[in-house]
């Protein structure tokens, strides 16, 4: 009587992985050369961005080395007057008091919103008087449709009556008077060195912007020219006023 032998059952074999996922198990290692791929590709990828971030750098860069070099700066970026720092706030009324021809009391802080060109003198108006007035009369004048902008202020140091003739050159211009010149020293600089006095506020020329904040000043004997195309400059590259 023959046996019969029956061998085991061998389990079943495990399907075979693809090579993908064997070298994701650690089982097989990634193909040669793939590493170095990827590498390079975040290399590429990289550079972009850097070359993205300096090129957005490099206006504020550049901007940094002319502030700190102004001799790098081109000629006509560069203001003619002189620039009052730190810049000075108009003062409330009755820190400067004024009036008006008639006597009513007149309040600085009404022309906020302008651009204020500004000068201040005796009521008589000797000559330097009446060129500061011509200089801003025609700067005004000569802004074309930005006229509007803009308006001009003379501050009168005394209680004299004013001729005839500069009412009648200089009409547009607001006049009025200061009460106490000393308030108006506080808020409009001289020359520096100079003593304190009618003299020395009725020297200089001077700018407040929009915001009612005093910024430029022309010496005696400002070249109209240069103080018309400061004006021009200010208006055109503004946004207020």
Known sequence: MEMIVTKPNKPNSPAPRSSARAAYDGIVPPRAGTEGKTSAKKS?????????????????????????????????????????EPQRPMPPANELELTTLDGQPFDLNTLKGKWVLASAD??????????????????????????????????????????????????????????????????????????????????????????????LQYREGADPIKVRDDISKLIKNSRIG
């Open 44 to 84: 590429r990828s990289v550079k972009p961005l850097i070359f993205i971030l300096l090129l957005s750098l490099a206006p504020v860069i550049a901007a940094l080395v002319v502030y700190f070099n102004p001799q790098l700066r081109p000629e006509n970026s560069v203001a003619y007057g002189t620039l009052v």
């Open 122 to 215: 005796v009521a008589e108006c000797p000559e330097s008087c009446a060129r500061k007035l011509f200089i801003m009369r025609n700067s005004h004048a000569s802004q074309g449709k930005e006229v509007g902008r803009l308006t001009r202020v003379w501050f009168i140091l005394d209680d004299a009556e004013v001729p005839e003739k500069v009412l009648e050159a200089y009409k547009g211009t607001v006049m009025v008077r200061v009460t106490n010149p000393e308030q108006l020293g506080r808020f409009a600089p001289i020359a520096s060195g100079a003593e304190p006095g009618l003299g020395t506020l009725a020297e200089p020329m001077w700018i407040i912007d929009p915001l009612g904040n005093l910024i």
